[in-house]
């Protein structure tokens, strides 16, 4: 038996490391969801109900504030978070199923534009 969980453990491990070695483009856009509510709030940004109309699908999309990110010298944290969430496929844990970057207004001041990054990690039942 522990033969059985070694070797469902080993091609785990081996399909996280083929997808940490390849690089993922953005796979969709602000426009591809539609929003609910806010699920909680953090330092960086906040997390949204969405759905994802093309498959009627609901998610939670982490929002985060590039600006705010690199003033609190967590890019490499902020990378890491999202190659780990897109490599991971476990029973039990969140994965990122999509992620990109976009520009929206800001709205305390309507003619700055802000950078966001939105991962969009399977809702969990």
């Known amino acids: ?3 059985e969980y ?5 091609n785990l491990r081996t399909t996280f490391m083929e997808k940490w070695k390849t690089k993922v483009d953005e796979n ?4 591809d969801f539609e ?3 806010t ?5 960086f940004g906040r997390v949204i109900l969405v759905k994802y109309k093309p ?3 609901y998610y939670a999309m982490k929002i985060l504030d590039k600006a705010k990110l690199v003033k609190m010298k967590q890019v490499d944290h902020t990378r890491n978070e999202k190659r780990i969430l897109q490599c991971i496929s476990f029973p039990f ?8 970057k976009a520009r929206i207004k800001n709205r305390s001041n309507d003619t700055t534009d ?10 969990v039942y």
């Not at 699920?39 to 330092?43: H, K, S």
């Open 1 to 3: 038996m522990f033969k």
């Open 35 to 37: 929003r609910f509510r």
């Open 93 to 100: 844990m969140v994965f990122m199923e999509f992620f990109f």
């Open 39 to 43: 699920l909680g709030t953090g330092a």
């Open 55 to 57: 498959t009627s699908s």
């Open 114 to 123: 802000t950078l966001n990054l939105y991962l969009s990690i399977h809702r």
């Open 6 to 10: 070694h070797d469902i453990l080993e």
């Open 28 to 31: 969709a856009k602000l426009e």
